[in-house]
């Protein structure tokens, strides 16, 4: 069995391969809304088979870049969301590059960029890079790590936990799920629209929702937590 033994030590010395780092930037993107990141969410979100996400694991684990406890599920190491970040920064930037520059809803680029990440290169990354006027957060809002691999995160909150009667902007949107995605972009409540919250239905009941100039919207809570905003009650004048 000196085949294992000889498979370990290639990976080790070639380093983490591309296909590494995209696994570690997609355990990196599920841990900010899981404690730790289970196999089957990660093969929810890899599209691939349980096989395939198994054997990734095992790789990424025996390298350091990965805690895996049985039943507990997985977390990535300081190593491992080192790691992660020029894939992340390069998934994110080709989100940017397919919205801005190829005039794809973010719905289809969230699908695209799958395929686009995979071709590039850092010449090429560059290049969207400088297209896109050097961008800092994704179509959804999500920052995007600088070359040097620092991530900075806004100061938001879910907007369920605001309340109402305040005025906030709309940091984040943070979901994966194509129809959400496609019908908040529908009203419009997309990162950088300020909103009021105007009225909310106890025990988790829809919130209505005023945006500048715009008709007044009803949204129900749980398209309502996928929507995180920021403060910013030091930028308006106290209208109400
Ligand atoms: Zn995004």
């Known amino acids: 069995m000196t085949l294992k033994v000889d498979t370990l030590n290639d990976w080790i010395e070639n380093g983490p391969s591309p296909a590494m780092q995209r696994y570690a930037a997609e355990i990196f993107r599920l841990q900010q809304d899981h404690e730790t990141v289970s196999l089957s969410d990660l093969v929810a979100e890899a599209a691939t088979s349980m096989q395939a996400v198994s054997r990734m694991i095992k790789r990424l684990k025996a390298e350091g870049y990965l805690e895996h406890t049985p039943y507990r599920g997985m977390r990535l190491t300081p190593a491992g969301e080192k790691m992660a970040m020029p894939a992340l920064r390069r998934h994110r930037l080709a989100e940017v590059f397919l919205v801005q520059q190829m005039g794809y ?22 290049r969207m890079d400088e297209l896109t006027g050097h961008p800092t ?16 995160y806004p100061d938001d909150q879910p907007l369920v936990e605001v309340g109402s009667k305040v005025w906030s902007r709309i940091s984040r949107v943070r979901t994966h799920d194509l129809d959400k995605l496609r019908y908040i972009a529908e009203l419009g409540l997309v990162p950088g629209t300020d909103i009021f919250v105007s009225g909310c239905a106890p025990f988790q009941g829809p919130l209505r929702i005023q945006v500048p100039g715009g008709v007044d919207q009803v949204i129900g809570h749980e398209l309502a937590r996928a929507l995180w905003v920021e403060d910013v009650r030091n930028d308006r004048p106290m209208a109400e």
């Open 105 to 126: 809803d973010w719905a289809m680029a969230h699908e695209l960029t799958e395929t686009l990440e995979r071709g590039l290169n850092q010449e090429l990354e560059d």
């Open 137 to 152: 957060r994704c179509p959804h809002g999500e920052p995007i790590p600088t070359r040097e691999g620092q991530i900075t």
